[in-house]
């Protein structure tokens, strides 16, 4: 969701204290300090939204509580949003830990950036994404686990009278050969008042009974198929009131004027206020509020408002693809003089549309002033300590006073991570306009968030290339055209040169070797509101490189994959997962009658991703998706299981977004409201998929969002072989009705 590599980044004044303004330095290019002295984080302060154990609950690190019955709970830095990371944290700690898996339980921790602050972004602000959940806490969590472990030993053997290096530790329960034995939860006590060991030495591979384990569960399985998990859509406190929000229907647009005197006489409506974003209509229920807002008239100020439609937009971009790009981004040998000796010369552009996130659990969140002073705030906290900060700022109490109730989220793709609070502010203000004489849960439908959210940025793509005379690519350029998500943000720092990196990752560095290389950038002003997006840059990067790199392949009459591999070296990443899903997709083998293969490959956050997609015609010009194999290079897969899920996840979230996802604009206002408009996969189009994890010792790399990138550009490259036709105009229904 975030670049692989965040640099030099600061926030406002007013969002972030001063000691937070400098950080995400060194990020994942200098490993971020992995290595964490648990002497100095069982002494780090706290702010007054940390998770802290509670009654018969007993802390052994920021990270591990235990109670008197053995329960284990982690205190998790990560947001957990679907894609698994509170389960990997789990495993991780109870690998260490030698627990019991069936006492296990994660709950999301925040208000100590010391401690839970993200170590792949500098360690400096808490958040997740950019598939970084394993990466900061592959260390971190287990060594707080092994921490823990050593802890209830010594306890043990003080209260035995016994050598601690003769006592053994398994399922939750601790032994000497004397007969002595009990569970952790008979210690706990007495283990969690001693010092944490600065120094711990953590497990061989060869003795993980939990890392890497094909049949471990998610201990959170049960809850989800039972429907006890709770998510902030759940959340009920005395008095709640809920709100609904009325936006301006253009973007910039602001509120003029309303009459709220006929929503006042709906019963069950409590107030309808104004806040910085448009007009909230506030009700004892959900139904009241809605029916409140039916009855609300908003004159809008649209002087400053976005008014083009897709049209004039792509229209636009088409033309300034044309021209000389404004920036460059990588530049290798010279395409003037690869180009003027090319045998022959290719070129092709390639365009995609604004995506939503679409999360299943639409935004929300919860305020409640509390009469000691303490801002409580429950919601899907995927930046919890900005937010934090932004919260207090708008309801006037100092940071220490704000409580943040980390909730689990039905989603997210990116949605729930933005610097200015989005959701929780609203939810904020709303309060404050009540004069917080009650608590708020602020609930958006659907149509708020695809007709006033963010989204993927649209983006052109020109591609050139040009082959030898022994059909060897030469010479390659990539003109790309689109907004930049960091621009006028906290992140702005990061855009070097006119280049923001996450409208050119994917494309800046492909992997293969061409002497003459060149990736230009155009970044456009427009006023819709765009963000990272699941698996951001490489979204339409990987696309537009590995479908015309097919389109190049064929006319050096060469074969897709060995193509790519000339270009690699033999024992690259990339090479050895396209070897490998070669082998698994059966790809020197004859396909049934009707079937059509295409191949694609992309590194995205640290891990290499290939797929082979097997198509069928569907009779009327379009194709069926039969069937994808994938090979995935993550590293270590701490949950292969989890691995193979978020990669299936991930290929039904990008064939969504390739087959019929898209956000268009009719004079500056989003024409899709619903997913009766706005169409993510259904369940009869996902096909087969196998995923096939190479084994690997290296450290776990990102997973929820590199199975996305390749996904669209395997489909497109088999579409083509069915077809005869080439998809460069997404979704594909566009290429194929042109």
Known sequence: MFPKI?????????????????????????GGGLAVGFNILASAPALASETAAGEGQHSFSPYVVIDGDGKVTVLSSQFEMGQ????????????????????????????NVKVYGN????????????????????ERYR???????????????????????????????????????????????????????????????????????????????????NGTQLYTIDVKLPGLLTAVMIHPPLFGAKVKSFDAAEAKKVKGVVDVVETPRGVAVIGENMWAAIKGR?????????????????????????????????????????????????????????????????????????????????????????FPDVQQQ???????????????????????????????????????????????????????????????????????????????????????????VGQSIMAKTAFEGMVKNGVDPTSVEGASNLPYAIPHQKVGLTTTDVGVPVLWWRSVGSTHTAFAAEVFLDEVAEAAGRDPIEFRLSMLEPDS??????????????????????RFRGVSVAESFGSVVAQVAEVSADGSGGIKVERIVAAVDCGLAVNPDQVRSQVEGGIGFGLGSILGEEITLTNGQVDQGNFDTYTPLRIDAMPRVEVHILASANAPSGIGEPGVPPTGPAVANAAYRALGKRIRVMPFAKSLNA
């Open 573 to 594: 990443r990339h090479a050895v997962v396209l070897k490998l899903v070669a082998e698994k997709s059966g790809w020197d083998k004859p396909l049934p009658e009707g």
């Open 294 to 382: 039916d009855a609300v008239t908003v004159q809008w100020d649209d002087t400053g408002a976005e008014k083009r439609s897709t049209s004039d937009l792509m229209a636009m971009y088409r033309d300034l693809a044309g021209k000389p790009p404004v920036a460059t981004a990588r530049n290798d040998g010279n395409v003037e003089t690869g180009f003027a000796s090319a045998a022959k010369v290719l070129e092709a552009s390639f365009e995609f549309p604004y995506l939503a996130h679409a999360p299943m659990e639409p935004l929300n969140a919860v305020a409640r002033m509390n009469e000691d002073g303490t801002l409580e705030v429950w919601g899907g906290l995927q």
């Open 84 to 111: 698994g990371s509170y389960n990997g944290l789990a495993t991780l700690v109870a690998e260490e830990l030698d627990a019991d898996w069936s006492t296990i339980d994660v709950v999301g921790a925040a208000g």
């Open 390 to 480: 932004i919260a207090g700022q708008i309801a006037g109490v100092a940071v220490e006073k704000v409580r943040l109730h980390v909730m689990k989220a039905g989603g997210s793709f990116g949605r729930r991570a933005t610097f200015d609070g989005d959701v929780v502010a609203e939810a904020v203000h709303v309060a404050k306009a009540i004069g917080f004489r009650a608590p708020v849960k602020l609930q958006w439908t659907r149509e708020n968030d695809m007709r006033a959210g963010r989204y993927r940025p649209a983006y052109v793509h020109n591609v050139k290339a040009g082959l030898d005379g022994n059909g060897k690519l030469v010479a390659w350029e990539n003109h790309v």
């Open 119 to 138: 170590l792949a972004f500098g360690g400096a602000i808490q958040g997740t994404g950019g598939s970084t959940s394993m990466v900061t806490s592959w």
């Open 6 to 30: 965040m640099q030099s980044i600061s926030l406002p004044a007013k969002t972030v204290q001063a000691s937070r303004r400098q950080f995400l330095l060194g990020a994942l290019a200098t």
């Open 143 to 225: 060594k707080a686990g092994a921490a823990a472990r050593a802890m209830l030993v010594a306890a043990a053997a003080a209260e035995w009278g016994v050598n601690a290096g003769e006592i053994s530790v398994e399922n939750g329960v601790l032994s000497h050969p004397s007969g002595k034995s009990g569970h952790f939860g008979q210690f706990a006590a007495k283990a969690a008042a001693l010092p944490v060991p600065a120094e711990v030495t953590l497990k061989q591979p060869a003795k993980w009974t939990l890392i890497g384990n094909e049949k471990l569960k998610r201990f959170d399985s049960a809850r989800k198929a």
